[in-house]
């Protein structure tokens, strides 16, 4: 008998759906699985009918962090030298947008996992925490540093510290989530949010996500000047002339992604 797949694809229109599929490990985020992930994320933000990427995982967990049971029998000369979950970097390299759409629990890799897409949509039922300290270590995918970005010093401090786990309201209060959505509409409002991201222009829709990344890595003086920077390139675009023009015309735009 195989082992099932630990991600299920499944492209519908323009979005790329990535579904971790570990239930038995309530999607913990092994070595494969993390490669599967990657792979299948660079793959989409090649592919040119491809807009927006989601990245989701069952009804009880997004991803109940990395594997434990992996990391476990590890010396520190191994997670050292092999750089222990350094491949994980490369879904910073996605160009396209990529939302969590984060059910049940996203604890430590879960919840930076989480963090390392560009918007995360919360079903009620979600549950975020980084429980490393629980364990004797500390975040390792990057936790300690965008949950310290998105919700501040203090919430940071309190969640890495203490280990405790927050439900969506207390995510959302904090600026962790974008939005909290009832349960049972969860994946009928992922998919609308996708395909509005999806429908628009796609030159203008990576830019977006660049520059508004740009604001992490940058000061605001420099940020500011990258931005308008970049304005001024989408006038090169075709979906620039069409959608001002479709808009001068009252009618819709029919963007052509180029
Ligand atoms: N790694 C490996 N296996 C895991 C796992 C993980 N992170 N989380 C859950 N599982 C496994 C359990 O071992 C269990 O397997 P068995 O049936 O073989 O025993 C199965 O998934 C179901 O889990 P539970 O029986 O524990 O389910 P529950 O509903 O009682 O509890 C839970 C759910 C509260 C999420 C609990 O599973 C839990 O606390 N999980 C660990 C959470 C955690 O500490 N995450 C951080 C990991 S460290 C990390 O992520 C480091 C980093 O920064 C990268």
Same mark, same amino acid.
């Given at each position: 008998q195989t082992e099932p797949q630990t991600v299920l694809l499944d492209k519908r229109g323009r979005v790329g759906w990535i579904t971790l599929n570990?239930?038995?490990?309530?999607?913990?985020?092994?070595?494969?699985?993390?490669?599967?992930?990657?792979?299948?994320?660079?793959?989409?933000?090649?592919?040119?009918?491809?807009?927006?990427?989601?990245?989701?995982?069952s009804e009880k967990a997004f991803a109940a962090g990395a594997d434990i049971k992996e990391m476990q029998p590890k010396t520190f000369s191994e997670v050292y030298t092999e750089d222990f979950f350094a491949d994980w970097d490369r879904l910073s390299a996605a160009r396209k947008p990529i939302i969590a759409a984060v059910s049940g629990y996203a604890l430590g890799g879960g919840c930076e996992l989480a963090m390392m897409c560009d918007l995360i949509i919360a079903s009620e039922t979600a549950k975020f925490g980084q429980p490393e300290i629980n364990l004797g270590v500390i975040p390792g995918i990057g !936790?300690?540093?965008?949950?310290? =970005?998105?919700? /501040?010093?203090?919430? #940071?401090?309190?969640?890495i510290l203490t280990g405790r786990t927050i439900g969506a309201e207390e995510a959302e209060r904090s600026g962790l989530v974008a939005r909290v959505v009832p349960a049972d509409r969860f994946l009928d409002v992922v998919g609308e949010v996708a395909d509005t991201i999806a429908s628009k222009s796609l030159p203008s829709v990576m830019m977006a996500k660049e520059v508004v990344n740009r604001a992490?890595?940058?000061?605001?003086?420099? !940020?500011?000047?990258?931005?308008? =920077?970049?304005? /001024?390139?989408?006038? #090169?675009?075709?979906?620039?002339?069409?959608?001002?023009?479709?808009?001068?015309?009252?009618?819709?735009?029919?963007?052509?992604?180029?």
């Open positions: 570990r239930p038995r490990a309530l999607n913990a985020l092994n070595t494969e699985l993390m490669n599967d992930v990657v792979g299948a994320v660079a793959a989409y933000d090649a592919d040119p009918g491809i807009g927006v990427i989601v990245i989701t995982g !936790g300690s540093q965008r949950l310290t =970005r998105a919700v /501040g010093k203090a919430k #940071a401090m309190d969640l992490f890595e940058t000061g605001l003086a420099e !940020g500011v000047k990258f931005e308008r =920077r970049s304005f /001024g390139s989408l006038f #090169a675009t075709e979906d620039q002339t069409e959608g001002m023009a479709a808009f001068v015309e009252k009618r819709q735009p029919e963007f052509r992604h180029r």
